[in-house]
Nanobody, 126 residues
């Protein structure tokens, strides 16, 4: 099956920044893409989504104003820029396409997501 590839994670101090990238080797990422995260002992949490139909973006409340999701069609990637990082942002971050080739993000994080990547670790600690 087609699988996305995440990169860009690492160790950063509180207040720092990281840029994650979601790449789609072998196919054109002309679909809505969501970022999720999962920390030890916690449920998977939807973080951000970007549509491919009109470029609309959506964020969970805890990251609004700090994270920015964007798309680079020339590189066939979706990025997640994370600023003002907090220890509670520590998690494995995954990206996935929305539905079966949907171009819109939908209305919730509880729908079907596909082409999950292996994830990239983000650790925020002093």
């Amino acid at each position: 099956q087609v699988q996305l590839v995440e990169s860009g994670g690492g160790l950063v101090q509180p207040g720092g920044s990281l840029r994650l990238s979601c790449a789609a080797p072998g196919f054109t990422l002309n679909y809505a893409v969501s970022w999720f995260r999962q920390a030890p002992g916690k449920e998977r949490e939807g973080v951000a989504c970007i549509s491919s139909s009109d470029g609309s973006t959506y964020y969970t409340d805890s990251v609004k104003g700090r994270f920015t999701i964007s798309r680079d069609n020339t590189k066939n990637t979706v990025a997640l820029r994370m600023n003002s990082l907090k220890p509670e942002d520590t998690a494995v971050y995954h990206c996935a396409t929305v539905g079966r080739g949907r171009t819109d993000c939908g209305s919730s994080w509880d729908g079907n997501f596909y082409n999950w990547g292996q994830g990239t670790q983000v650790t925020v600690s002093s």
